[in-house]
């Protein structure tokens, strides 16, 4: 998966994150309803993380060097994707500009994600 689908998969991630903590804080009844939603963490998870076959007499040594060769990509993907979100949103909250919601920031980065 290319880096901008994984940074704006990250953020529909983030974006539906806020939207279920107003919820939960509006005390909606909708708890149910987002066990539901969350599943999009798992579908990212499924989408990003490659097949690994291990060989029934790998030892341990070995399982590590397989995993962390096969899977290291991925996470360095998700970890980049998730780092870049956060200091964009906290450069905003930092620079104490005008009334912006997180919304609107991460909206504003999928928008660019193309190009970074």
Excluded: C, Y
Excluded at 2 to 11: A, C, F, P, Y
Excluded at 69 to 88: I, K, M, N, S
């Amino acid at each position: 998966m290319e880096q901008s689908e994984v940074l704006k998969r990250v953020i529909g991630i983030l974006t539906q994150a806020g939207d279920w903590q107003r919820r939960l804080e509006e005390d909606t009844g909708q708890e149910q309803d987002m066990d539901a939603e969350m599943g999009v963490v798992t579908e990212l998870l499924n989408e990003t993380m490659p097949r690994v076959e291990v060989p029934a007499d790998a030892t341990p040594e070995e399982l590590s060097a397989l995993l962390g060769r096969e899977v290291g990509g991925a996470v360095e993907q998700l970890v980049g994707a998730f780092t870049l979100a956060f200091v964009t949103l906290a450069r905003v909250h930092d620079a104490g500009g005008p009334d912006v919601s997180s919304a609107d920031i991460l909206q504003d980065l999928a928008l660019r994600a193309e190009e970074l």
